[in-house]
């Protein structure tokens, strides 16, 4: 077969698969005919557990390597991001988790050997925008609050597990009013209603901003029983960002006082921040070897 041609002058590719992750394998040989299909070297292929990813990481850092692709979940891919990040390489980040938001936002496929052809078959690299909250950086999403049980509430209903999903409508529902209440300026601007669920969404991602230098928020304000349950719902079916009770805006930067510490989900991943908390963009954040998709 005549080997298809990309114009990336890479002399030394690393792949990092780490093999906990939930849809992840050795396919080292399957990788090397890619990378062979498209006139590149063979990849330094490193079969991990996560306990030593970081340090591999570090010692890719140092060794010449100039394309990092990482295999793995949501955590895999924000430490290969940061990584390549770093050391001013290009990422390719391979879907091997559940959620796989970034493999996701680069690809549109959760399929692996898509994702990798895309990648390789690219003439050119991108940046890829960040957010930046509180020193942490997010290539996809933010989720500030308790809902962050939303996500794998869908997750679930799109992998088929109706039953699942259903189940966690309750949680759903008592994650909105229960959560921790705290208040937000957008740009500058103070706005009055208590929330304790704040979505942030990095430009091109689907059914994102639709600016390449804003965010989109959506907020869910203190509600009634009745419309919870209706957010509750649309959020489970479709996207919570669509009920009438939830505002929606674009804006550069965002700051949330409250009190104490609240739940975050960055990329899928999860931690606590205290507040106050400061969101802003970055427009460059991190090369991507990737097409550049409008967001949807």
Request: proline share 5%.
């Amino acid at each position: 077969m005549k080997n298809k041609t990309t114009n990336g002058s890479y002399r030394k590719p690393s792949v990092i698969i780490n093999l906990a992750s939930g849809r992840t394998s050795d396919v080292s040989d399957e990788m090397r005919k890619q990378f062979a299909v498209y006139g590149l070297p063979p990849p330094h292929i490193h079969l991990l557990s996560p306990e030593n990813i970081t340090s591999c990481l570090e010692r890719i850092s140092k060794d010449g390597t100039d394309l990092l692709v990482v295999f793995g979940g949501d955590g895999t891919c924000m430490a290969g991001a940061a990584q390549a990040r770093s050391s001013g390489i290009p990422l390719v980040a391979l879907p091997g988790g559940t959620m796989n938001m970034l493999p996701k936002s680069l690809y549109r496929t959760d399929n692996w050997q898509k994702a990798l052809s895309l990648a390789l078959s690219r003439g050119r690299t991108r940046w890829q925008t960040a957010g930046n909250i509180n020193g942490h950086l997010f290539y996809c999403g933010a989720i500030i609050g308790d809902p962050v049980v939303m996500s794998e509430a869908r997750e679930s209903l799109r992998d088929g597990d109706v039953l699942n999903a259903v189940k966690r409508v309750p949680e759903i529902i008592s994650a909105i009013s229960d959560g921790s209440e705290f208040r937000y300026e957008v740009d500058g601007t103070i706005f009055d209603a208590a929330a304790n669920a704040l979505h942030i969404y990095c430009p091109a991602m689907s059914k994102g901003a639709k600016n390449s230098d804003t965010f989109e928020i959506a907020s869910a304000p203190q509600l009634t029983l009745t419309r919870l349950f209706g957010v509750g719902a649309i959020a489970l079916a479709d996207d919570w960002r669509t009920s009438p009770d939830i505002f929606v805006t674009e804006a550069k930067s965002v700051k949330v006082s409250g009190c104490g510490s609240l739940n975050i989900l960055l990329d899928g991943e999860p931690k606590q921040l205290d507040c106050p908390i400061s969101i802003h963009l970055e427009t460059k954040g991190v090369r991507v070897l990737a097409p550049k998709f409008s967001a949807q």
